[in-house]
């Protein structure tokens, strides 16, 4: 079993949709939770940061971290053709020394208008 | 804003041609990280590094080498380009604060 599993899409949906994008995760000592956004050929850039459980909201961004069923979400409300992109999630232990993030494959998302 | 900058966007290269990729970061960041990323893998990480002249080997260090002889710039190095090293090479360097990874632009490198 993969340490993080994120289904790749692609994801198409119409403009104005809510986006439900997810992770889960088998390592239970993962404490700070990201999602990433990355437009093609380009590097991916930081939207969400959390840590632990709960709920973090941003704009139009809401980001959902189930430590119970390691399982965190990314949802988009009003989507908009400018949200396509990949998003990746990524996740890290709060051990000393860890230096490492771990990544999902990332979801392609469209937002067709 | 965190800055982090890599030499070159697009890079063409022979096989068995030494190549250098650069990244800098302006942020004082003690760790930064080399990555590639290809269709259907995801980020992969090809080597990390803590401090100044420290590096550990990441996941794929094979045919890599790096080089962080100053606190912003880290170096990677293919000692002898192959064609399986085609691929879109990302540096990030790390806020410890929040252990969150800024990435740089990427640079596509071709080997032919």
């Known amino acids: 079993q993969k340490e993080v599993e994120q289904d790749p899409g692609p994801l198409s949906v119409p403009e104005g949709a809510i986006v439900s994008l997810n992770c889960t995760y088998s390592n239970s000592a993962f404490q700070y939770f990201m999602w990433y956004r990355q437009y093609s050929r380009k590097g991916p850039e930081l939207l969400m940061y959390t840590y632990s459980s709960g709920n973090k909201e941003d704009g139009r961004f809401t980001a959902q971290v189930d430590k119970s069923s390691k399982y965190i979400s990314l949802f988009i409300r009003d989507s908009q053709p400018s949200d396509s992109a990949t998003y990746l999630c990524a996740m890290k232990d709060s051990g000393a020394g860890s230096y490492q993030l771990t990544f999902g494959k990332g979801t392609k998302l469209s937002v067709i208008p | 804003d965190v800055k982090v900058t890599q030499s070159s966007r697009y890079l063409v290269k022979r096989t068995g041609e030494k190549v250098f990729l650069e990244c800098v970061q302006d942020?004082?960041?003690?760790?930064m990280f080399w990555y590639r990323q290809d269709p259907g893998l995801g980020l992969r990480l090809i080597y990390f590094s803590y401090d100044v002249k420290m590096k550990e080997k990441g996941d794929i260090p094979e045919g890599y080498s790096v080089s962080r002889e100053k606190k912003e710039r880290f170096s990677l190095i293919l000692e002898s380009a192959s064609t399986n090293q085609t691929s879109m090479y990302l540096c990030?360097?790390?806020?410890?604060?929040?252990?969150?990874?800024?990435f740089g632009p990427g640079t596509r490198l071709t080997v032919l």
């Open positions: 942020m004082d960041h003690e760790n």
């Open positions: 990030a360097s790390t806020d410890l604060s929040t252990d969150t990874q800024y």
